[in-house]
């Protein structure tokens, strides 16, 4: 077993930092302590916290915390930031807003960037929250960048979605054209006390009455104000209504297994390009040949793939 896996079985929280400083960094053994730590997945409560900029997702999520560990449970948070095209870095500003929790030994924030991933989600976040659960925590939240409709990668890792809106900001017709819809499992009506509560709440209804009328689960819209606290035990309630009825209609079971279906894939598909950058980091006569206009892109991209494949039955490891 590797080292770091050993003890994330112990709950080491040294180890949980360590171990995700591994896979951020794209480490060698990465892959052999994933491996390791799957049987020990698969008990936490997977919470997506998604929606519009400013909609006070991560206010949300501070004060839910807050809630949670009221109730004993401990908590996991992968806060999920833009990551700048030109710099790569990202300005990891939900951290900020959770500060009180810095101290307490039930709860571990995690801020990352994006890292280039179109759906919000990169592959290193999926694989943060696996660590998190592997470590024991009682519910993971992740709260994503709010970019539109990127924002429907969350479905492929959450069990219960929660999508964050305010009233007087068009955010209804936003969710509606992005598809967020129909991947919500609730709706969080956040900063309640303004003007346009009503009318939001009707929108919500009467788009729900048209996506959602023969479906076994209908989301329900719940009010918070997150700054004041209030709402939140509602929020937590319907939370935990939808996880046990995913449980019991299979629907837990059903989404696991698609989203490991998916990260085999991505899996095969990271590692395939990092050989394939790897073995053409010396040879680079392609790119002149697409430059001088000798050959198409799309030519050079399927000989470069005949190439790779050819190296592979040349070691044997074809078909």
Known sequence: MHPLAERLSNQDERALAKAISLVENDSEDK??????????TGRAHYIGMTGSPGAGKSSLVNRLIT???KQDLTVGVVAVD???????GALLGDRVRMADHFTDPGVFIRSMGTRGSLGGLSRTTKETVRLMDAFGFDVILIE???????E???????????????PGSGDVVQVFKAGIMEIADLFIVNKADLP??????????????????????RPPIVKAISVQNLGLENVWKRMQEHFEYSKESGERDARRKTS????????????????LMEREAEDKGWIEEV?????????????????????LERKGMGR
């Open 82 to 88: 833009p990551t700048s095209p030109f710099s790569g």
């Open 152 to 166: 429907l990668d969350i479905m492929k890792i959450a069990d219960t979605i929660a999508v964050v809106l305010n």
């Open 144 to 150: 994503t960048v709010g970019v539109g409709q990127s």
């Open 67 to 69: 809630h949670l560990r």
């Open 31 to 40: 892959l052999e302590l994933l491996k390791d730590i799957h049987p020990m």
């Open 291 to 311: 430059k001088s206009g000798s050959i198409d892109p799309y030519s050079a991209a399927v000989k470069l793939l005949q190439d790779y494949m050819g190296s």
């Open 260 to 275: 490991l279906e998916r990260e085999v894939i991505e899996v095969v598909h990271d590692e395939m390009m990092k050989q």
């Open 196 to 217: 346009g509560v009503p009318k939001l709440l009707a929108e919500l209804e009467s788009m729900l009455d048209l996506v959602k009328h023969d479906a076994p689960w």
